[in-house]
């Protein structure tokens, strides 16, 4: 009798927490003009805007009309995109040229270009050392610059493809060695390596987020799952189940929501505590939809993608070319 009462609650807790929780659904689209490649989405909560990378241009929409309103153009391959809020500068890897561009916030002109690693992909802007940090894909590498003079600090020398990235905001980056399962930690004022952790059964650790009050990881894998990692030892915590061609997560802080980007689901995870974790539900999306950025303050998701011919298949690689015009934000809401 107990075991069926302990079994019936947890059922019932479970059934709570998806209806408190749940119910995401796709709000609305916001189409976006140009055509092109897709990858991060990165929202500056301060000035209310998400930027939105698409090959050869950043679009630029206003969080609270949910408009296009500009766009950083002359990129090639754009990728990452990081911002400063405080310096009025933003950052943006050009992964077909091997250079970040670094724009005015307010003008989204470029004042200048800076030299990368090959294939440099994610980035992130460290504000306790007011230094840039960029993962070379297919070079190895990690590169550091000052953010405000654009100045190369130095580059640091990894085993493998970095991928993704995230900050404590205290003096820490971590970033995943996707072929070869692992996390690294790096020190951003000595900018040495100081952990290097397998992520098993983690394989093919993609993209990350962090819960910094609670000092937590949250690692996307190829393996269908999400593990959770504590970033000062490596120490898996748990894992959770999640949709195939993950290629983006965001935590949503005040209300302990992690969002896991799929081919064309996403994954909502609510952290119950530091050490325990519960799949909400799991939301249908549209193909190709595997990329997010979440707004803090409305609690909105966003995801980039288009319409395709034939329509991808979940994990389908190469993936079919995107319909000329059809680029376009999904808006997630509840």
Not at 117 to 135: E, H, K, M, N, Q
Not at 251 to 271: C, K, Q, R, W
Request: charged residues 20%.
């Amino acid at each position: 009798m107990r075991i069926r009462f302990g079994l019936l609650l947890l059922s019932f807790t479970g059934l709570l927490a998806a209806s408190t929780l749940g119910g995401y659904h796709v709000l609305k689209e916001i189409p976006v003009p140009g055509d092109g490649t897709k990858d991060y989405l990165t929202v500056d909560e301060g000035a209310r805007r998400l930027y939105v990378s698409h090959g050869t241009q950043v679009n630029v929409i206003d969080l609270d009309s949910e408009q296009v309103v500009g766009k950083v153009s002359d990129l090639k391959g754009a990728h990452g995109i990081a911002i400063a809020p405080k310096l009025g500068r933003g950052f943006i890897t050009n992964g077909l040229l091997n250079t970040v561009t670094i724009f005015d916030l307010k003008t989204l002109q470029h004042l200048g270009e800076l030299e990368a690693g090959v294939g440099p992909d994610g980035i992130l802007y460290d504000s306790a050392t007011g230094r840039v940090f960029v993962d070379n894909k297919h070079g190895g590498t990690v590169t550091a610059f000052g953010a405000a003079d654009g100045k190369l600090v130095g580059t640091i020398e990894v085993d493998g493809d970095p991928e993704s990235i995230a900050s404590d905001g205290k003096g820490s980056v971590w970033f995943n060695i996707e072929h070869k399962n692992f996390l690294v930690r790096i020190d951003t004022q000595k900018l040495t390596v100081t952990g290097h952790w397998p992520t098993a059964p983690c394989k093919g650790p993609g993209p990350i987020a962090i819960d910094r009050e609670h000092r937590r990881l949250f690692i996307g894998c190829s393996s269908e799952v999400m593990v959770v990692a504590n970033p000062d030892t490596g120490e898996i915590i748990t894992t959770l189940p999640i949709g195939i061609d993950v290629d983006g997560t965001a935590f949503d802080p005040s209300t302990g929501l992690i969002f896991s980007a799929n081919a064309d689901s996403v994954t909502v995870i609510h952290e119950d505590s530091p050490d325990k974790y519960s799949v909400v539900e799991n939301v249908k999306t549209q193909p190709e939809a595997n990329t997010v950025a979440l707004d803090p303050k409305t609690h909105r998701v966003y995801l980039s993608t288009g319409n395709y011919d034939p329509v991808p298949k979940p994990g389908q690689r190469p993936t079919p070319s995107m319909l000329p015009g059809t680029f376009k934000v999904l808006v997630l809401d509840r």
